[in-house]
């Protein structure tokens, strides 16, 4: 097996399942966040990609699950409830890395 370096510096995993839980998001869907991700992530100056994904097993209350994490980003989890929620995630995983000294 031979292994290469992803050509994307950061991944951004939205939740396909947590739509579909009786206890899950009401108004928003993986689909319509994971498309709006992208397209905020387009004036990222990392290249960043965006995927729905089988359940990650965070199964918020009334949200999505959505995971980031990437070069110099450390691992983290949100839960997307709100348009709001987006706009937070996206200045977190789309900002431009830290420069190194």
Do not use: W
């Amino acid at each position: 097996m031979e292994l290469k370096p992803s050509r994307f510096k950061r991944l951004i995993a939205v939740c396909a399942d947590c739509e579909k839980r009786s206890d899950g998001p009401r108004h928003i869907d993986s689909k319509s966040v994971a498309r709006q991700l992208k397209g905020l992530s387009a004036d990222s100056p990392e290249r960043c990609r965006v995927t729905r994904t089988r359940c990650l097993g965070l199964c918020p209350r009334k949200a999505l699950a959505v995971v980031a994490l990437g070069n110099s980003l450390p691992a983290m989890s949100a839960e997307i409830g709100a348009e709001g929620d987006l706009n937070t995630l996206s200045r977190y995983a789309f900002a431009p890395s830290p420069s190194k000294p």
